[in-house]
Structures are given as structure tokens and as C-alpha cells.
């Protein structure tokens, strides 16, 4: 199959033909020797599979949950926590997003920073909105990503040309909207605790934030979508190995965007 990325279509694994290289004549015990042996892996093809994204992923979330421990204990402390997290993992996200190929140092980089960030947030959100909020979260993110896998997997949902141009024109207007209420707290054109997101509704009760982070719930699960899509792509082309580890990182952006989004629209609700 052609590809349009250029880290694929310098690879002849992905060329029309492949490679033309004429079959040897094997025995019938160097064929039973085959038979026998164990399936080679990951490590043995250097190809993308499953199993080794999953690794990939699993190492990633494990460095960002220690981090989001180490965040929520020394927050009460040194309360800059979360902002060094939060700026320090954007840089690096960003570095990791526009680099051609993975980079397994920078991202596990990114997963310790945005772990500090995600456990200063946490903390604060905790002890300003009251108990059992962080707990409402982690289970709705979990709930999230475990549905949209299920229903990847099953075939139900699948990443398109027009739901993901939809999804990129969503996206640049979230940010819009995001970028004007920082702004409008920063310079003191509201004083609510977050913004906008705080107006009800006109003629109704309903914070205009519910509204938006059901939005922002909805597009972090498309974004899986596409992170999942990914994944399969790579396995079934054939990809690098390495490309493991862009499919880890997409996972764990979107998943620590998901959980954020999550956190904010349950302490909106119940404030």
C-alpha cells in the first residue's frame, strides 16, 4: 500500500512489490526446525506490533503516575510545581510532535514533566473543590478510553477523511476559545475561577464550561480514534519499530488531555 509519510516511503518494506528475492529449498527437518521455534517478536523483526506499543505505552504511563505522585506531594510546598510541569511538558510535547522520527529519551521526558503537571492540577483542583474530585476523573478517563478501544476494536468506530476534518476545525476553534478566556483572566476581564467557562448559559442554569468540556471529552475520544487508527496502520505496513513510541506518546497526550478536561468539567459542575 502507498504511503504519503516520508519516514515510511523511504522504507522499501513499504514499496509496491517489496523486495524479489527467489525462495529457498528448505528439508523437511530445517522446516520442522522452523515449525518448532518460537514466534519472533518485536525485538527480533524490528517492526511495529501490538504487543511492543503496548510495552511502549504501559512504560510511559508508569513514569507519568509516579511523577503525578511525586506533583501532588510536593505541591502543597512549592506550589510552582504544575506550572514547571505544564510549561516544560508543552516544550517538549511539542519538540516530540514536529521531530521525524521518536525520540524513547524525550518522550519519557515529557511523560515525568506532564506527570508533575498533572499531579500539581490535581492537587489543587482537590483541595479547592472538595473531595473525591480526582477520583470522578481518573474513573471517567478510564471509562472513556476503555469504551472508544471497545468500540475501535469492534469496527464501530472508525477514523474518516470528513470526521477528522470536522475534528481539526473543532480543534482550532477550542483553542481560539481557550486562548481569549486565559486571556480575559489574565488581564482581569473576568473574575470567575475559570472564565467564561463559568457564565451560565443564557436562560438557563447551565455553566457555559459543562458545555464546553462535554465538547472537549468528545474530541479527546476522536483523537483516540485517530491514535488508535495509527497504531493499526503501523502494524499492518509494517512500520519500524521505533514508530512504537510515536504511537505511546499520541496515546498519553491524549489521554492526560482527556483527564484535564474531565477534572475541570466536574469541578465546574459542582461549583
Keep these: 500500500m502507498a504511503t504519503s509519510n516520508p519516514a515510511f516511503s523511504r522504507n522499501p518494506a513499504f514499496s509496491a512489490q517489496g523486495p524479489q528475492t527467489k525462495a529457498p529449498v528448505l528439508s523437511g527437518d530445517e522446516l520442522q526446525q522452523m515449525y518448532n521455534a518460537p514466534s519472533a517478536g518485536a525485538q527480533d523483526t524490528d517492526r511495529m506490533t ?11 504511563f508508569a513514569i507519568l503516575v509516579v511523577a503525578a505522585v511525586a506533583g501532588w506531594t510536593l505541591t502543597p510546598g512549592l506550589p510552582f510545581i504544575p506550572i514547571l510541569g505544564a510549561i516544560v511538558g508543552l516544550v517538549l510535547g511539542l519538540v516530540n510532535t514536529f521531530k521525524k522520527e521518536p525520540s524513547p529519551g524525550l518522550i519519557l521526558a515529557y511523560a515525568a514533566f506532564e506527570g508533575l503537571f498533572v499531579g500539581g492540577i490535581s492537587y ?10 480526582v477520583m470522578q476523573a481518573v474513573l471517567a478517563t478510564l471509562v472513556v478510553v476503555g469504551v ?3 468500540l475501535f476494536k469492534s469496527g464501530k468506530i472508525r477514523a474518516s477523511k470528513k470526521a477528522t476534518k470536522v475534528f481539526l ?8 476559545f481557550s486562548l481569549v478566556n486565559i486571556g480575559m483572566m489574565v488581564f482581569g476581564g473576568s ?11 443564557p436562560g438557563t442554569s447551565i455553566p457555559f464550561g459543562v458545555v464546553i468540556g ?7 475520544a476522536y483523537s483516540l480514534v485517530l491514535d488508535f487508527d495509527f497504531i493499526q496502520r503501523g502494524v499492518n505496513n509494517r512500520a519500524p519499530r521505533k514508530f512504537g513510541w510515536s504511537g505511546a506518546f499520541g496515546i498519553m497526550v491524549t489521554v ?10 466536574f469541578a465546574i459542575a459542582r461549583n
Design 50 to 60: 501490538y504487543e511492543d506499543t503496548i510495552a511502549k505505552s504501559a512504560l510511559c
Design 124 to 133: 489543587i483542583f482537590e483541595d479547592a473543590f472538595g473531595g473525591g474530585l
Design 148 to 150: 472508544t478501544l471497545a
Design 169 to 176: 476545525i473543532a480543534m482550532v476553534g477550542y483553542l481560539v
Design 191 to 201: 473574575d470567575a475561577a475559570f472564565g467564561l467557562r463559568s457564565n451560565d448559559i
Design 214 to 220: 462535554l465538547l472537549a471529552v468528545v474530541m479527546a
Design 256 to 265: 492526560v488531555w482527556l483527564y484535564v478536561e474531565l477534572l475541570r468539567l
